[in-house]
């Protein structure tokens, strides 16, 4: 018995059992760890939010809704490999990057052309990611960049997923009612400090707040019918049928070929970009994995960067043969992330082992998408739940963006280059920030400078220089 389950074996103060493989930590269900139920029937429901990147697919490649749902389940089946090989954070997006990567593929014809462009700029974040882990250079490549140029991809990033919404043609002309409730709930249950206050009095009202945006994806499913935007759902029962056999004839290289090396030159600047917002979820990942460390002291997990980059880098490689994505694949869905954190939180009887309730949720987001009841369920209002969650993002990416600069003229910097991001594509927007960066900062292009703008010793400045 104690072969078949090793987790009841594992003594406070240490990781959860695993088989070593090199770089990485086998954790194989049931055997390694717990599987944890709740957490695996919240991704039932959950795998919803997954089910919001086929909007995006249709809309950007043309492709059938079958189709899209192909490319879905075979992203679902590679997020389970971060928790078996040991990375402990539940996978999604590169959110933010979405429209910077709409905005580039867009150039492009729709057709082969268009679709190779995708393959290109999917397979080359890849690769770029598995060296860098490889290397260790990560960290350093990131650090070399401007303060002023990454404040203005992070915030251009974020004016471009609020901007794909309100544009002329967005999908906020189609759900404007259905859009404006939803997204002002949401931004009350997630950040209000008032709903906070009431859910330490209520636990009914914890629990919703633990869910992230999915209480609103249900929501939309009754407010969008009722305002007219959409149609009442129409359940279906059995099992969903993702359509590979037309997803590799059309839309990968075994029925296209192989993209033009000019593809991948021309991707570079918008995968510098991408990588640059990608960095930021490593690093919001491992704070919030030392968070939770700080509380749960009967297992040990350590959050490692180069191994994450091994793991998502090989996932995008990978898709960007079998199923290209335009959602890419990430290091963290921040929101589920900080569920199962505050989970993990409350002690080895609620979770036994981080891994545990990681991968549970991950098997649960996978059945999920099998089944055709929660398929059909949502799919009237998919193009709501993207919404909401390019918005939210846009919000996130704004506070991000700002506190990356260092000073005023850092932000002034990032205001034109994050405008001219959104307008003219991560090409341009590079070439401004470095001109900008050579004007201002001269000799110090890398170091920038730091004024009391931003610190909280600006007025005793201010005090200082008036006594003079």
Known sequence: MRVFAQWKTRKSGEPAPYIPFGPFQIRLPFIHYRFEWPDYLQGLLMCAVDLAAIPLLTQLLGMPFEVALAIIVLNGLFYLAHHLLGDPCVPGWITPAIPLIMIYCQQFPEGPERIHSLIAFQMMLGILSIFLGATGLASKIVRLIPSAIKSGIIIGAGLAAIISIFQVGGRFESFPWSISIAVGIAFYLLYSA??????????????????????????????????????????????????FKTLWEQYTIFGIGFPPISMFITAIPTVLATYIVLFGDILQNKALVADGQAVRTDEVVKYKSSRAHLIFGGRNTIMSIVGPDVTMCGPIWSAMQVVMIERWKKGRQAMDSFFGGIGSFRWGTNTGLLLMPIVSLVEPILGIALALTLLIQGYVNMKIGVLEAKCGKDLGIAGIVAAILCIKGAGWAFAAGILLCGLIFGRDFFKGEVDYTFTKDHDKQLEGEGND
Do not use: C, M, Y
């Open 194 to 243: 008032h709903f906070a206050q009431l859910q330490q009095r209520f636990s009914v009202l914890n629990t919703i707040g633990k869910l992230g945006i999915f209480p609103i994806i249900l929501l939309a499913v009754i407010i969008a019918p009722l305002f007219g935007e959409a149609k009442w759902p129409d359940i279906k029962w059995g099992f969903s049928q993702p359509d």
